[in-house]
């Protein structure tokens, strides 16, 4: 909190006015995130329907919220473990629909395409290569969200069209 008070100018004192704890300050941060994030999404995938443009979409969205956004995705990744008690459960719930719309887009994949693979595992490494965006790009020399997201996507769609029939 002492962190953010310098930063935002605002005294310590005025933070806590306005947030009773860190806790909720995390909360609602973490709140906000995912809900912008999966709402975004659902507007995007209206309405389209090939299995591998939705997975696309779901690149492209993750993608370009959290490059706009690197600040929020540091405090997802760094203090996902601080929520307790029904901060916890609330924002946990918003993350299991999140994870689940990409769990469907993968056995939508799945089955129009006849493969096999496991689709915990894809979502993972899916949310692994995304995740970690935050530690490695520069806006002066990499390129942007949607020329990522086509590139991330072109990468984890042959892996995944490539998969081995079993």
Known sequence: ???LSKASGMSLAGLYYYFESKERLLFLIQKHTFTTVVQRLKKRLAGVTDPEQRIR???LNHLEYFLANPAAMKVLSHEAEALKNGFASEVAAIKREYYR?????MDELKRERRLEFSTRIAVLS???MMNW???WHN???DADAEQIAQEMGDIFLRGMMNSTRR
């Open 139 to 141: 806006p002066r020399v």
């Open 101 to 105: 719309i990409c769990v469907g887009l």
């Open 133 to 135: 965006i935050y530690t």
């Open 126 to 128: 899916l949310f692994g």
């Open 57 to 59: 979409i779901f690149i």
């Open 1 to 3: 909190m002492r962190d």
